[in-house]
């Protein structure tokens, strides 16, 4: 059945009547030809027998495999989507597909396809047999194309051979320039040849005469398949290889054999080739011989078929022609070689002879001039036609007259004729010139005989020796003089000069140090006595790497032995570009060390002073912060009571008072730091506008109390953020804010913050308040320590007379200035000005204030355990809890702390720093490295210190507690913390 009657048939079944499935259905299991009803993703609906057969398979077995597990892999993407397109109603005719038998062999056939829409009907046909068939054909013609190509290569060979021959017998050594004549010899054998790059060489004797060498006459570049003379290197005739490397260029030289390659060549240092030469793919190198003797080397490369006997043979009569042309380039060469080298050799003698600073006469042994260079005319001021016809003695009348001995002149040319000596000696003109007359014998192998006269000017060079031993007793005069010590030493390390005062401080005389190492004789130890290497030592530095070199630790020794500090600097001699020697000069330092070490106990007395005064402050604030815990917690706990109007009072002024003892500690504390220089100040974002508001909000309540207005002014256009440290800046603000509410009894106070309106980039910032005022001499002495207005205001406004000093000081720190204006009665005005350095971020939101007298409920109950060791501060944190829900557990140092930690749990540790037997921070160390160990989540610790000096904070950070709190502890601040840490949820 064709592909065409399956086609129709297939037609015919889908539209015929179902009474004719039957007919069908037998036609379909006993049809020869493949036949298969698909589903739209190609899975098998139906297939005949004669498809599952000629897969391997039963009927059975390839339904119950994928279709795409039979088709072949590069296939099956491709019938997949065709057999999607034919279920939708595409009909596809002869498609070739290959299937996979059950065996793995391929079974090519060719498809049928249409599709209703619901399933894909296809007939197809095993067209194995047709596509062998046609692959064998295939295979024949190129099989008979191929063995014409090579039967028309064969005849190119010879025909080719006998071309070039006759081109390379066609060049003329005399006609030709060497680059040329041997890049036309290499391009014609590269043709011939078929090769991608090669090389020409020719063997010489080595330097050495007695081995040989190759000297490279042409070497080609690849520059594909068209070649130009631009394709060849212009090499000198001196690249030479020497034979006895082990490289494949010289093989043929030692063996006399060619040399074959045709594997991949990869490794320079292999093949003897430059790092950056393109790879060999193949090579061949055959010797030139002339006779039986090798003249030269071939080499060429990476022919597309690689190299063989064949193309040996072939260039056999080739090389030949090249050893003939070669042969006669190498007689050309040497015979233009030796020409050449008679005439440079002539021309460097009468270059030299003119070019000489010297002048120079020749005379035969009969005293005949034979020649003088133009220096000598020149020097004896000859007239040059004097040399047509001079003879010696006409020279000798000429030049006697310009002498001032010149009866020793004479005597001492006869002398010379007389014998073969040769001599030298001064001769001094009249007007001043000197020069240096030297005469020497003349003989040859053929018999001349005569003599030669060298005269050289010395007259700059005597005048310069004057001038230098002039210069030398200008120094020595210069060099007693100074104060320092100073010496010369040459590249050999020896003094050639020193000075009186270098003299006097080392205790030896100037002969015992001359021509000596400086080193070995002074300058051997270091301080301590341990030996000083040359290396080490600092003349080294300068001698060998001409840097100059100081230094203040540097120590030398006396002739009695005894040494002293110097400070030392040591300069290099440079002429020419090259160090010469060096200069040292040096000076006794003994006195300024003993200065040093003086000042240097007297500071270290200082900072030991100052650390036991912040040690004295530190432990007075902790001593008195401890009782007025209890103070200020009490008084605060008795106000929170029912009283009568007396016992308020009362309890109002200890609390006032407390605090206002608070405040002097913290006053004298911050001065102190100052005064040490121990304040650090932060660099953050802040918003100015934010500060004033949030001052005046903290004392609006004494304020009012006062019955006062507090005003607050804004200026215009202030920078939403700026850097700095708003804490130091509240501080400042705070002060003089209290100041100005302290000393106003009616009327007003106003703070505001404004643009400067002279400086640039400057905040004004003013307190303005109707008080008492101040006198011009009370102003002058305002911001000085420990100074008030009078006692008067001391005894009724109390203070240390140090806020406003700390104040200065701080905005000092800050970049800025603080001044006040006054006048008594009328109140006072306090400014001061602060930097504007803009901020590149927003300055943070202010956290929410706590309202009403007492913290809100606690989110959940605490269980707390609590570590202080004095007993008034342990009954006054359980006053502040007593109204919360909170559970108390008290021990009396850390060590019981970290006992109770390990047996219970807590919510919350409250941690004194300052225990017997372990302190909190310890305490809170330990607990940090137990929770680590049994993988728990950290508690929080509140750290409870007496201690307000700088940094405490940060240590208490460090050791591991989360919050930190100093005494007085205040019962708000307190529960604020406790509330915080309670709303955090569970495990908190």
């Not at 005989?449 to 120094?475: P, V």
Request: charge should be negative; proline fraction near 4%; include cysteine.
């Amino acid at each position: 059945m064709t592909v065409l009657e399956k086609e129709d048939w297939v037609s015919d079944q889908i539209e015929r009547p179902v009474a004719a499935e039957e007919e069908r259905d037998r036609f379909f299991d006993l049809s020869s030809g493949l036949f298969c009803v698909l589903g739209r993703n190609g899975e098998w609906i139906r297939v005949n027998p004669a498809l599952a057969a000629a897969l391997g398979l039963s009927i059975d077995a390839l339904l119950a495999q994928p279709l795409a597990e039979r088709i072949h892999p590069e296939d099956r993407v491709v019938v997949l989507e065709g057999i999607r397109r034919v279920f939708e109603g595409e009909t596809r005719e002869g498609s070739k597909i290959r299937l996979i038998h059950r065996l793995g062999q391929v079974i090519w056939t060719e498809w049928t396809g249409v599709g209703d829409g619901r399933a894909v009907y296809a007939a197809g046909r095993d067209v194995t047999r047709d596509h062998l068939l046609q692959v064998a054909m295939a295979e024949e013609i190129a099989a008979r194309k191929k063995a014409e190509a090579e039967w028309m290569a064969a005849k190119q060979p010879l025909q080719l051979q006998i071309a070039c021959i006759t081109r390379i017998q066609g060049l003329f050594i005399e006609d030709s320039h060497p680059d040329t004549l041997f890049n036309t010899l290499l391009l014609e054998i590269l043709r011939f040849t078929g090769s991608r790059y090669g090389f020409i060489t020719e063997t010489v004797l080595a330097e050495d005469g007695t081995s040989w060498a190759l000297r490279h006459l042409a070497t080609s570049r690849v520059s594909g398949e068209t070649w130009v003379h631009a394709s060849f290197v212009e090499r000198e005739r001196t690249d030479i290889c020497c034979v006895e490397e082990s490289c494949l260029f010289v093989v043929p030289v030692r063996t006399g054999q060619p040399i074959l390659v045709n594997q991949a060549i990869d490794d320079p240092g292999r093949c003897g080739l430059p790092l950056d030469h393109p790879p060999l793919a193949s090579f061949l190198g055959m010797p030139v011989k002339r006779g039986k003797g090798v003249v030269g080397v071939l080499g060429l490369a990476n022919r597309p078929q690689g190299y063989d006997a064949g193309v040996v043979e072939a260039l056999e009569p080739v090389v030949a022609a090249c050893a003939r042309i070669i042969e006669a380039y190498g007689h050309r060469r040497r015979t233009l070689e030796t020409e050449s080298l008679l005439r440079s050799s002539e021309e460097i003698l009468r270059a030299t002879f003119e070019s000489s600073r010297d002048g120079i006469l020749v005379v035969d042994e009969n005293g005949r001039v034979l020649r003088a260079n133009d220096r000598f005319l020149q020097m004896w001021r000859i007239p040059s036609a004097w040399m047509r016809e001079g003879r010696d003695e006409e020279l000798l009348r000429f030049v006697l007259n310009q002498l001032v001995r010149p009866e020793r002149f004479l005597a001492r040319v006869q002398e010379l004729y007389r014998g073969d000596e040769s001599g030298a000696d001064l001769v001094e003109f009249l007007d001043g010139r000197i020069f240096e007359r030297y005469s020497a014998p003349l003989a040859s192998r053929n018999g001349f005989r005569g003599r030669m006269w060298i005269f050289t000017d010395m007259t700059e060079g005597k005048r310069a020796e004057a001038a230098l031993r002039e210069n030398e007793q200008r120094l020595r005069e210069i060099t007693a003089t100074l104060a320092e010590g100073l010496y010369v030493v040459g590249r050999d390390w020896r003094i050639s000069f020193i000075n009186p005062s270098a003299l006097k401080s080392l205790g030896w005389r100037e002969e015992e140090v001359l021509g000596k190492e400086s080193h070995a004789l002074f300058h051997h130890s270091q301080a301590d006595g341990s030996f000083l290497t040359a290396s080490e030592c600092l003349l080294c530095e300068v001698l060998e790497r001409g840097n100059e070199v100081s230094s203040d630790q540097e120590w030398l020794w006396r002739r009695d032995g005894s040494g002293f500090p110097v400070t030392l600097t040591a300069s290099p001699i440079v002429r020419d570009g090259e160090v010469r020697g060096a200069v040292v000069v040096f000076r006794d330092i003994t006195v300024r060390k003993r200065t040093e070490m003086e000042l240097r106990f007297a500071k270290d007395q200082a900072e030991r002073a100052a650390r036991v005064k912040g040690e004295f402050l530190a432990a007075m604030s902790h001593e008195i912060r401890t009782p007025m815990n209890g103070v200020l917690g009490m008084s605060e706990m008795l106000l929170e009571t029912e009283l009568t109007v007396e016992q308020r009072r009362f309890a109002e002024t200890m609390h006032h008072s407390g605090r206002a003892l608070l405040t002097v500690i913290n006053d004298v504390l911050d001065f102190s730091r100052i005064e040490a220089g121990r304040i650090t100040l932060v660099d953050l974002p802040f918003s100015p506008r934010q500060v004033v508001e949030e001052t005046a909000r903290l004392l609006r309540v004494v304020a009012e109390e006062k019955g006062l207005i507090l005003g607050v002014a804004l200026g215009e256009g202030l920078p939403d953020s700026m850097m700095g440290d708003d804490g130091r800046v509240r501080q400042v603000l705070l002060n003089v804010l209290g100041n100005g509410i302290k000393f106003t009894d009616q009327g007003r106070v106003d703070v505001g913050v404004f643009w400067h309106p002279v400086e640039p980039e400057t905040l004004l910032w003013q307190v303005v308040d109707t008080g008492i005022g101040m006198t011009p001499e009370q102003m002058e002495h305002v911001f000085e320590r420990f100074t008030q207005a009078d006692a008067g205001i001391t005894r009724r406004y109390g203070g240390t007379g140090l806020g406003l000093t700390i104040c200065q000081r701080l905005v000092g720190l800050m970049g800025g200035r603080i001044w006040v204006e006054s006048a008594p009665g009328e109140g006072s005005l306090f400014a001061f000005t602060l930097p504007v350095r803009r901020a590149l971020s927003p300055a943070p939101s202010p956290a929410p204030l706590p309202t009403g007298k007492n913290a809100q409920p606690a989110d959940r109950v605490l269980r707390i355990l609590v570590a202080e060791d004095v007993e008034e501060n342990r009954f006054l944190l359980d006053a502040y809890l007593a109204t919360t829900p909170h559970r108390l557990v008290m021990v009396n140092d850390g060590l019981e702390a970290v006992e109770r930690m390990r047996v219970e749990g807590f919510d919350v540790v409250v941690m004194d720093v300052q225990m017997p037997r372990m302190d909190g921070y310890t305490a809170a160390r330990t607990i940090r490295q137990w929770e680590r160990e049994q993988g728990l989540k950290p508690v929080p610790i509140i750290a409870l210190s007496a201690h307000a000096m700088e940094g405490e904070m940060e240590r208490s950070r460090e050791a591991g507690c989360t919050e930190y709190l100093s005494k007085p502890i205040r019962k708000q601040a307190l529960l604020d913390v406790l509330r915080g840490i309670s709303g955090v949820g569970d495990g908190a």
